[in-house]
């Protein structure tokens, strides 16, 4: 088992945010968490990587206890993140952003040029736009640059939150694209997207929290035929992937 979470619970002050979560992902599988807004699951992805404290319960990644643990020893350990809202340094550019995701392994050039020449080839807009600020880069380039900047640590595990939102319909597509490219190169993904359908299309298995908890957990291609995930949250739209 690659991430094991038993148990958790996270408040926001007097609110109970995750009410005994529990869920695991296998290396080199793709896992998605689905629910509607307030459901935990961005919680969830910053719990797992230390930017939340868990009140009660236990995360252990490859065996290893990550309650307490701060966030920057997290991604040493194999964990990245890109964010919801993609939180790219608007004034730094497309390199310079890239640059910061390798923190981790400052004096390490051969791994540096090794995982720089990774995100060139899953990204190539970002080697064309490499000196251009982060700020002016349209929606789907800067969710290029906020996973480019995740891989640059060399994850095991990279937590994805709606790398989805704000995108046209062809960069969905591509987005997602990327994200099994970047599975099958051997990197395990624990996706949290809004886009249900397409994230069920991609993904190995899910679970659909509401309210704090897991209220169902399957295949993801069976929750794609389950009629109450499908009234939930996929609005009909069960057809293939463009």
Request: proline residues 4%; without cysteine; hydrophobic residues 45%.
């Amino acid at each position: 088992m690659l991430l094991e979470l038993s148990d958790v619970h996270v408040h926001y002050g007097q609110v109970e945010a995750l009410k005994g979560v529990s869920l695991d992902v296998d290396q080199g599988e793709i896992v998605t968490l689905i629910g509607g807004n307030g459901a935990g699951k961005t919680t969830t992805l910053k719990t797992i990587s230390g930017l939340r404290p868990v009140t009660r319960g236990s995360i252990r990644f490859e065996g290893a206890e990550l309650v307490g643990v701060p966030a920057h020893r997290l991604v040493a350990m194999g964990i990245s993140q890109a964010p919801e809202g993609r939180g790219i340094f608007p004034g730094m550019s497309v390199m310079e952003n890239l640059e910061m995701g390798a923190y981790t392994r400052a004096g390490d050039k051969a791994a540096f040029a090794r995982n720089l020449d990774r995100v060139f080839e899953l990204f190539p807009r970002l080697a064309e736009r490499r000196r251009q600020p982060g700020g002016t880069l349209s929606g789907g380039e800067q969710q290029m640059v906020a996973i480019g900047r995740a891989l640059m640590a060399d994850p095991r595990l990279l937590l994805l939150d709606e790398p989805s939102m704000g995108l046209a319909p062809k960069l969905v597509a591509q987005i997602f694209a990327i994200v099994e490219e970047i599975n099958r190169q051997g990197t395990t993904v624990l996706l949290v997207e809004q886009n249900a359908a397409q994230a069920l299309r991609r993904a190995d298995r899910a679970y659909v929290l509401e309210t704090g908890r897991v209220v169902k957990t399957a295949a993801a291609d069976e929750l794609l035929d389950d009629e109450t995930v499908k009234a939930a949250y996929l609005g009909g739209d069960v057809g293939s992937a463009s």
